[in-house]
Nanobody, 126 residues
Framework: QVQLVESGGGSVQAGGSLRLSCAAS????????QGWFRQAPGKEREGVAV????????QYADSVKDRFTISQDNASRTLYLQMNSLNPADTAMYYC???????????????????WGKGTLVTISS
């Protein structure tokens, strides 16, 4: 059974940085797409960044472009999200997930993912 475990969340002041990690276990296959998603209180879950495992190609939500970087270590089956220039709007529970491609593209919509972690909380204070 595949398990995804996120870590690295915490509380930081605006302008600070955090690095999230997602450790995967139980895979008997290589996931096609992996990504980070977040859900703020009272809001729907949204895509933050996705990466195609084989090529490393990435896609970001407009709200995090040039501030967040998604990366992967295929050897250790670990997914990362480097978050810089954090602001209070980034406060949310952050989840990692994996899933298939659709139409040759890794979806940034949460509905496209099939395996989910339980999340790690990120809180940004002003």
């Amino acid at each position: 059974q595949v398990q995804l475990v996120e870590s690295g969340g915490g509380s930081v002041q605006a302008g600070g940085s955090l690095r999230l990690s997602c450790a995967a276990s139980g895979y008997t296959y290589t996931p096609t797409c992996q990504g980070w998603f977040r859900q703020a209180p009272g809001k729907e879950r949204e895509g933050v960044a996705v990466i195609r495992t084989s090529s490393g190609s990435t896609q970001y939500a407009d709200s995090v472009k040039d501030r967040f970087t998604i990366s992967q270590d295929n050897a250790s089956r670990t997914l990362y999200l480097q978050m810089n220039s954090l602001n209070p709007a980034d406060t949310a529970m952050y989840y990692c997930a994996s899933g298939p491609m659709y139409g040759g593209v890794c979806p940034i919509a949460p509905s496209g993912m099939t395996v989910w972690g339980k999340g790690t909380l990120v809180t940004i204070s002003s």
